[in-house]
């Protein structure tokens, strides 16, 4: 499996209500590739309406500015969901359907 | 003692490097037809380089990230695709216009067609690409170009009326029988000609070259806060060189050789030979820098090894990108198509493209993963957010003025 | 925003679009190598009942090149993309350059940090290519 075989994907909820796309993937591993014996496990897809906040880099990383912009990006991004992987019932080409619902999914990231 | 000699010599660089077939042509026929009412396009549009250089040069030397790198990593690998075809596209419109601007001069000097001159020039400039050491490379014609000084002397031997200048700078107007679309474009030429996209990946990738590291921020900033504004003036002392030898003639500048009119007038046939030695060195630095720049930026994108600071051998797909924009510029300047044309066509297409280049620079210089404390600080992220709008409406505006002036005519 | 990585030690997050696709592949000797252009995980299938959390893929590689790069583009371009790269392999085989997760010894702010020198990884063809039919056969390449 590929990444580009999920990013982009159109995500549906159980009750086949239209999640958005995924636009990026969770990563964890345990500890840092300087540490030897690195794995990394994809734990979770990122998926909601508009990638660009994502792309840009004002999803997680640490940006001081310019204002329009990070409060802007910053509403996007919590606008999206993260699905986690287990969550996946069924992988078709460009297309997720998911085992749990929308309100599910939200109050497991609360 | 060495250190203030490198300081100088990078800054002398920096107002030689500024300085290219753009800012001649766009000063000329700008100062010839509107006088002193557009000085305001080029104070914008060096402020505008300033800012963005000095960010380039800092991301580059703190976070390691040349312009392109950024553009992939940020704007992902579709946005970028198009902008690296569109930045490459250009600047072989603007390589193809600083070979035709060398040869215009050699014209001038021996009376020889300057097409008899182009595959020369192209051949003897990818030749310094191939062999000549970068510190060489950029040095050497940087300083060369200071020769363009030569303007500003000029301006205080001819009958300049300063005041007039001054009023018409800070009080700007467009001259009875010029249309509002004709002002305009030449207005966005100006700006385009001191914002040429090639000029900050230039920029950020030489800092790679010189092996620039955070402590090298404090040289980068003399280079771009001192080196750029200088440049700028040079561009506005060759504008208001033309106010009052060319504008009362109403010649209309067609020619390399009438932006140097004015030298000649206020200082005779030496005032001539060291303008064309300017005009030589800056041109032919920047179709070098041009070059190397799209070699740059294809390399950077594909993540290929890249630079001067490798064998041609072991950055053979750099070389090879180099060696071929060289060749397809010539070829296009040899159509026999007019070079002040399409001088004046790649600024101010370069003037709309200007905002693809820069937006991933001011969002790097923004992420703290990279450049920690060094990110941009209030007055950058103020001055950068309001040049982007700038150059957003510029490059809406760009098109229809190009179409309705039908290029300035 | 806090940061889940600092909270849970042990752990550390990531995500492929903004920490990893895009990124610089960079040799032990400090030569580019190239860049992510995809990612490859193990073959896993979506949790059924009560497996949850067992089956999460794994990362097994960093794929690069003309043949990871097409289907990033898409479209009918990636298309034609992959198709001149399976043209410049000899062997016609599909499969794009893998640079298995065990050589990544860093990520930093560069990029991706390999623990080998960029002349043993695979995806130099083009880069042979371009050396040995043009650079090489003009004078002064250092060759």
């Known amino acids: ?110 | ?409 | 925003m806090t940061r889940k990585a600092a909270t849970r030690k042990a752990t550390s997050l990531m995500w492929a679009n903004e920490g990893l696709l895009d990124r610089l592949l960079i040799g032990i000797d400090g030569e580019d190598v190239g860049m992510v252009d995809n990612l490859e995980f193990s073959d896993a299938t979506p949790a059924s009942g009560a497996a949850s959390g067992a089956a999460e893929p794994e990362l097994t590689a960093l794929l690069c090149g003309p043949l990871a790069f097409g289907p990033r583009l898409g479209g009918r371009i990636g298309t034609w993309w992959t198709a001149i790269g399976r043209r410049l392999r000899p062997d016609g085989d599909p499969a794009p350059n893998r640079i298995p997760i065990q050589l990544v010894r860093r990520i930093s702010h560069r990029g991706v940090e390999l623990a080998v020198p960029a002349t043993e990884l695979p995806n130099r063809r083009v880069f042979d290519w371009a050396r040995s039919r043009v650079v090489d056969k003009i004078p002064g390449s250092g060759a």
């Open chain 2, 1 to 409: 003692m060495k250190k203030f000699l490198q300081l100088g010599l990078g800054v002398v660089t920096a107002v030689g490097g500024f300085v290219d077939i753009g800012n001649l042509v766009t000063s000329g026929i700008t100062g010839a037809r509107f006088g002193a009412s557009l000085t305001w396009a080029i104070i914008i549009g060096t402020i505008g380089m300033t800012v963005y250089a000095e960010m380039a040069g800092r991301v580059s030397a703190v976070g390691g990230r040349t312009v392109f790198h950024a553009v992939r990593e940020r704007l992902g690998v579709r946005t970028a695709l198009v902008n690296m075809i569109a930045s490459g596209l250009l600047n072989l419109l603007t390589l193809a216009a600083e070979l035709g601007g060398v040869a215009l001069v050699l014209q001038l000097v021996t009376g020889v067609n300057y097409l008899i001159w182009v595959p020369i020039v192209a051949a003897v400039m990818w030749l310094a690409i191939w062999r000549l050491p970068f510190t060489w490379l950029e040095n050497l014609f940087g300083v060369l170009g200071l020769a363009l000084i030569v303007f500003v002397v000029a301006l205080f031997k001819l009958p300049t009326d300063w005041h007039g200048l001054w009023q018409q700078t800070w009080h700007p107007r467009v001259p009875n029988g010029e249309g509002h679309p004709t002002y305009f474009f030449y207005a966005v030429s100006l700006f385009g000609a001191c914002l040429v996209p090639y000029q900050v990946v230039f920029f950020s990738s030489g800092g790679r070259e010189e092996k620039w590291s955070p402590g090298s921020v404090t040289e980068m900033r003399m280079n771009s806060l001192i080196g750029f504004p200088l440049g700028g003036l040079l561009s506005i002392a060759i504008m208001f060189a033309a106010v009052p030898v060319l504008q009362p003639r109403g010649v209309d500048v067609a020619h390399l050789g009438q932006v140097a009119l004015p030298v000649t007038q206020a200082l005779g046939v030496t005032g001539l030979a060291i303008a064309l030695l300017g005009f030589f060195a800056a041109t032919f630095a920047a179709g070098a820098e041009c070059a190397l720049s799209t070699g740059y930026l294809i390399s950077q994108y594909f993540g290929w090894p890249w630079g001067k600071m490798h064998r041609p051998a072991a950055a053979p797909q750099f070389h090879l990108v180099c060696l071929a924009a060289v060749i397809a510029a010539t070829g296009f300047i040899l159509t026999t198509i007019d070079p002040v044309t399409v001088t004046l066509v790649s600024v101010v297409l370069g003037a709309a493209a200007v905002p693809l280049t820069y937006f991933p620079v001011l969002i790097v210089a923004n992420d703290r993963d990279y450049m920690g404390d060094r990110v941009n600080r209030r007055l950058s992220n103020t001055l950068g957010t309001l040049f982007l709008v700038v150059m957003l409406v510029t490059s809406l505006a760009t098109l229809p003025l190009l179409f309705i002036t039908k290029a300035g005519l």
């Open chain 1, 1 to 110: 499996m590929k990444a580009t075989d999920l990013i982009g994907c159109a995500v549906y909820a159980a009750d086949g209500e239209e999640l958005g796309h995924v636009h990026d993937l969770r990563l964890e591993s345990d500890g840092k590739p300087e540490d030897g014996d690195w794995r990394c496990r994809l734990t979770g897809l990122v998926c909601g309406s508009s990638a660009i906040g994502h792309r840009l880099g004002y999803g997680t990383g640490d940006m001081a500015g310019p204002w329009p912009l990070t409060s802007l990006l910053a509403r996007w991004r919590r606008r999206s969901l993260t699905v986690p992987w287990r969550d996946v019932d069924e992988l078709q080409p460009g297309r997720i359907t998911l085992r749990t619902s929308r309100r599910q999914l939200e109050q497991m990231q609360r």
